[in-house]
């Protein structure tokens, strides 16, 4: 066994249970942290396929931003967790049904190389051996894809207008601040001068 093969079956031994971990933990705490490892393992096999983009990637923006906000969130909010498990059987239904299609979508990717062998790097892209796998990624993300890759932004960045136009709501009832009435008031409106006499107190 060379040593790549065995760092490709160590990192895929702990990337599948730190998985089912993430799925069957009790403390939502422990379940992120679990998935943290699940993505630094799977950033090591990355790195052993030669994406070495991908896996910079997996570590600076899932787990570096993406995983540390899950557990943020998840100690911040008070989520009751056994109220939210309490309805899981009346959704059982539908939940077979996705995992019965993803299931089948999983069979027919792995057995594509059976049911047609030349479709298989049909569409791939010529690799040049010249050049490096991100500047190569770059070049082809930027050129070909490049409207793909602006709509996905545009996409992204709608969606981001709209979670802040959804949580900023103005609600009755609640205290907000106002720059512009507190920068417009005048010294009379907001310092008060009292004469104290010797001896008193306010």
Known sequence: MTLPLFFFYVFSAITVASAFMVISARNPVHAVLFLILAFVNAAGLFMLAGAEFLALLLIVVYV???????????????????????????????????????????????????????????????????????????????????????????????????????????????????TASQLGRKPSETVRNVKVKSGQGL
């Open 64 to 178: 570096g931003a993406v995983a540390v906000l899950f557990l943020f969130v998840v100690m911040m909010i008070d989520v009751d967790f056994a109220e939210l498990k309490s309805g899981l059987l009346s959704y059982a239904p539908i939940g077979m049904v996705v995992g019965a299609i993803l299931f089948l979508e999983l069979l027919l990717v792995a057995g594509s190389s059976v049911i047609a062998p030349d479709v298989v790097g049909a569409g791939g892209l010529p690799i040049d051996a010249t050049m490096d796998n991100t500047r190569a990624l770059g070049l082809v993300l930027y050129t070909r894809y490049v409207f793909l890759f602006q709509g996905a932004a545009a996409v992204l960045l709608v969606a981001m207008i709209g979670a802040i136009v959804l949580t900023l709501r103005h609600r009755t009832g609640i205290k907000r601040q106002s």
